[in-house]
C-alpha cells in the first residue's frame, strides 16, 4: 500500500490535513490505524501485529478511511478554502512587506489577526 516516488510524500501530506480536519467525523478504528500509517509510519504488517487483525484488514480499513476524508474534503472543501486563505495570507503579507510604515503596520496587524482566527484563536475584534 506505500506509496512509491515523489507522489509519497505529497499523499501522506494530504491525508495529513484532510486528517486534520475530519478526523472526528471518522471511526474510531478508521483514526488509531490513520494515525499509525500516516502519522507514526507504521507499515501495515506492524499494524496488524498490534492489534491481531489481517494487513488486509488494516489496508481496507486505511483505504476506506481515506475515501470517506476525500468524501468529506469534496462536500465541505475546508482543506481547499485553508489553502486559499494561506494562499491570500501571503500574498497580504507580501504587499505589507512593500507598503509604508504605518500602512504595513495595519496590514500586519490584519494578517495577524487572520492567522490568529486560522490557528484557532478568535480574534473577533477587528480594532487595532
Same mark, same amino acid.
Given at each position: 500500500?506505500a506509496?512509491q516516488?515523489?507522489?509519497?510524500?505529497a499523499?501522506?501530506?494530504?491525508?495529513n490535513?484532510?486528517?486534520d480536519?475530519?478526523?472526528?467525523?471518522?471511526?474510531e478504528?478508521?483514526q488509531t490505524?490513520?494515525?499509525?500509517?500516516?502519522?507514526?509510519?507504521?507499515?501495515l504488517?506492524e499494524? !496488524?501485529? $498490534?492489534?491481531? +487483525?489481517s494487513r488486509?484488514?488494516v489496508?481496507?480499513? #486505511?483505504k476506506?478511511?481515506e475515501?470517506?476524508? /476525500?468524501?468529506y474534503?469534496s462536500?465541505?472543501k475546508l482543506?481547499?478554502k485553508?489553502?486559499?486563505?494561506?494562499?491570500?495570507?501571503?500574498?497580504?503579507e507580501?504587499f !505589507?512587506? $512593500?507598503?509604508? +510604515?504605518?500602512?504595513?503596520q495595519?496590514?500586519t496587524? #490584519?494578517?495577524?489577526?487572520?492567522r490568529?482566527? /486560522?490557528?484557532g484563536?478568535m480574534?473577533?475584534?477587528?480594532?487595532?
Amino acid at each position: 500500500m506505500a506509496v512509491q516516488g515523489p507522489d509519497a510524500l505529497a499523499k501522506t501530506t494530504r491525508i495529513n490535513m484532510l486528517f486534520d480536519f475530519y478526523e472526528p467525523l471518522l471511526t474510531e478504528k478508521q483514526q488509531t490505524f490513520l494515525k499509525y500509517y500516516f502519522h507514526d509510519d507504521y507499515s501495515l504488517g506492524e499494524i !496488524a501485529s $498490534e492489534f491481531e +487483525v489481517s494487513r488486509q484488514a488494516v489496508y481496507e480499513h #486505511i483505504k476506506r478511511a481515506e475515501t470517506v476524508l /476525500e468524501g468529506y474534503e469534496s462536500k465541505l472543501k475546508l482543506l481547499a478554502k485553508h489553502n486559499a486563505r494561506q494562499q491570500w495570507l501571503s500574498k497580504l503579507e507580501a504587499f !505589507a512587506a $512593500e507598503a509604508d +510604515v504605518m500602512f504595513n503596520q495595519r496590514l500586519t496587524a #490584519i494578517s495577524a489577526g487572520l492567522r490568529a482566527i /486560522e490557528s484557532g484563536g478568535m480574534e473577533t475584534n477587528g480594532n487595532e
